[in-house]
């Protein structure tokens, strides 16, 4: 009778290696699933700050230019929409790990108290936008008892 080697352990590391791999991509999926989206697919972060007279929205945009960004007002809405495009584009690469999203975005921020829209500031400075929504007259209303 032959005696027949079976190595046990030689596929074991790469088989542990495969599923860390797999592991890892899931934990990514599953993070990536409860981040705030918007309705196309990406949402850039972004912290929303209130004081005494403004609200304070801050946008994280790293690698965007200025022009790309645009920041609408519309009956107590914000919307900060614009497209980030890849720098390294191409087509040939073979990717390891990609983190990074691309493409267009848009967030809408609802601002519940009253806001001066004709004083909005806007700015676009070291990969984040500062957008500085002064707060308006508080609107009071009489109502008439008849």
Same mark, same amino acid.
């Given at each position: 009778m032959d005696i027949v080697?079976i190595?046990?352990l030689?596929g074991l590391?790469?088989?542990?290696?495969k599923?860390?791999?797999i592991?890892?991509?899931?934990a990514? /999926?599953?993070s990536r699933s *409860?981040a705030? #989206?918007?309705?196309?697919?990406w949402?850039p972060p972004?912290?929303l700050?209130e004081?005494?007279e403004e609200?304070?929205?801050?946008v +994280?945009?790293a690698g965007?230019k200025s022009?790309? !960004?645009?920041?609408v007002?519309?009956?107590g809405?914000?919307? !900060?929409?614009?497209?980030r495009?890849? $720098? !390294?584009a191409?087509?040939?690469r073979?990717v /390891?790990q990609?983190?990074?999203?691309?493409? $267009?975005f848009? #967030?809408r921020?609802r601002?519940?108290?009253? !806001?001066? +829209?004709?004083?909005?500031?806007a700015?676009?400075k070291?990969? *984040?936008?500062?957008?500085k929504? $002064?707060?308006?007259p508080?609107?009071? #209303?009489?109502?008439?008892?008849?």
């Open positions: 080697k190595d046990l030689g590391q790469e088989v542990e290696e599923m860390e791999l592991m890892e991509e899931m990514q /999926h599953i *409860f705030p #989206r918007s309705i196309s697919g949402a972004m912290d700050y004081t005494p609200i304070v929205i801050l +994280e945009m965007m022009e790309e !960004i645009q920041v007002v519309e009956k809405i914000i919307k !900060i929409a614009g497209v495009n890849n $720098p !390294i191409d087509p040939k073979k /390891h990609m983190e990074i999203d691309f493409g $267009p848009e #967030r921020v601002i519940r108290v009253p !806001i001066d +829209e004709d004083r909005i500031q700015v676009y070291d990969g *984040f936008l500062i957008i929504v $002064p707060k308006g508080e609107l009071s #209303r009489e109502i008439i008892v008849k």
